[in-house]
Every structure is written in C-alpha cells, then in structure tokens.
C-alpha cells in the first residue's frame, strides 16, 4: 500500500502533481481543499461556515477535516492507497492521520515536500485566480496570509515527518513533468 502526503504552501503545485501521480499509482486522490469546495458548492452548513475562513485565508478546525479525510477513508475500503493532498496541515491533523490509518493496518509511506518561494507562489495564485474564480486566489494580501498561515500552523508538520523519517524535499520550481519526475523517483526510493 502506498499513502503519499504532498506537501507545501498555497501554490506548490500539489493538486497540479496529485492529478498526475494518481493515475501512475492508482492511488485515491483526498484533497480537503477539493472537498470544502464541494460542500461550499453543495451549500451544506459546513460548506458556509468553512467559506467564511477560506475566504480570509484561515484554516478551518482540525475536527472538521480530519471527520471528513476519516469518512472518506472508510469508503474506500479496497484502495491500493492514498494521496494526501492540503491534509495534514497541522500536527493535531498529522496525529489524526497516523490514528486513522493505523486503524486500516497502515501508515504514512513517504510525505514529499515541494518548496517555492513567496514570490513564485503569489504569481501562480494570481494567474489562476484570474480563471478559477476562488475568491482565496484574487489578492495579494490573502494570498500573503495563507502563506503566513502555513509558516506559523503547516510548517511544524514536517517536522513531524521527519521525526520519522519519512521527510523528503523537491525543487518545486520548473517544468510540471520534471517536477513529476523527481517525486517518482522519492515515491519508489520510499517503497524499496
Ligand atoms: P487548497 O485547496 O489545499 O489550496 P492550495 O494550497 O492553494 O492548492 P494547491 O497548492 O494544491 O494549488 P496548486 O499548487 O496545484 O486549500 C484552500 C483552503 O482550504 C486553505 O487556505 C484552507 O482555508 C482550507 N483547507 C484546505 N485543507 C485544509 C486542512 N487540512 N486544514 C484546514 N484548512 C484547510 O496550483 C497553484 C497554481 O500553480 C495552479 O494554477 C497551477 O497551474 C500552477 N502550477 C503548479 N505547478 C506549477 C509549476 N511547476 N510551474 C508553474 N505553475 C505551476
């Protein structure tokens, strides 16, 4: 089984990498940034209350993701695994995520980390909030305070993968597929 946490700032290219590596691995994509979306757009009172933090740039509480990554876990019994996409970005979610999976007999294979700069990440945000009509990716100040908000709550949770050994870090910055390449190569030294 493999479970792949990808990991990085607001613009990494994570969802980018995750449409790609899902179908080389077979592996069930769970993006909490996708799936807030989809109760935003099904207009479920979760769905307002996470808006009203997306919006700002704020993560929404730990306890409502991981119930959400926990449903989705149990309805995909049969996986040939997982890839994390935008989860954990606590180390109160990191915990959750080593909870639930060890009640699947599993664990963390590998999580890779995909580093940008600030300035690389606002110009991608920019570019895509001109046609994704994500209210999150349309200002300079918002998108300054998703960064600041994954410098002070995220970044702890790399340290916690290292801990255990399970921390690699990628050049997010070049051609999507080089990119792709190079996380491969980390996904199947992990498996070896
Ligand atoms: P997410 O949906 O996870 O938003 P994101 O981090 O901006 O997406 P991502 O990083 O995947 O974008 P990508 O690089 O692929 O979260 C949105 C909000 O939801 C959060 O702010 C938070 O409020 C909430 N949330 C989500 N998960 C949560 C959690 N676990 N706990 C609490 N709150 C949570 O794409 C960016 C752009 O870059 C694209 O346009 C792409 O085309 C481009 N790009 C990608 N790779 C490139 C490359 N190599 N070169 C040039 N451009 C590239």
């Known amino acids: 089984m493999l479970n792949l946490v990808l990991f990085g ?39 307002l209350q996470a808006k009203s933090l997306m919006d700002k740039g704020i993560l929404v509480p730990d306890e409502v993701v991981i119930g959400m990554i926990d ?3 149990n309805e995909n019994p049969s996986a040939a ?20 999976l060890g009640q699947h007999n599993t664990g963390i294979t590998v999580m890779v980390a995909l580093v940008v700069d600030q300035e690389e990440l606002t110009k ?12 999150d990716d349309q200002n300079e100040e918002l ?5 600041q908000e994954y410098n002070e709550k995220t970044t702890p949770v790399a ?3 290292e801990q255990q050994g399970k921390y690699v870090a990628i050049d997010g910055i070049g051609e999507i597929d080089q990119i792709f390449g190079l996380i491969c190569q980390k996904v199947e030294a992990a498996q070896s």
């Open 81 to 100: 695994g997982f890839i994390f996409d935008g989860f954990p970005r606590t180390v109160r979610q990191a915990e959750a995520l080593d909870t639930l």
């Open 124 to 135: 991608r945000l920019l570019l895509r909030g001109q046609t994704s009509g994500r209210a």
């Open 9 to 47: 700032p607001p613009g990494a290219g994570k969802g980018t990498q995750s449409e790609k590596l899902i179908n080389k691995y077979n592996l069930v994509h769970l993006s909490t940034g996708d799936l807030l979306r989809s109760q935003i757009a099904a207009g479920t009172e979760l769905g």
């Open 159 to 161: 340290s916690y993968y």
């Open 71 to 73: 449903t989705k876990l």
């Open 143 to 147: 998108i300054r305070r998703r960064v």
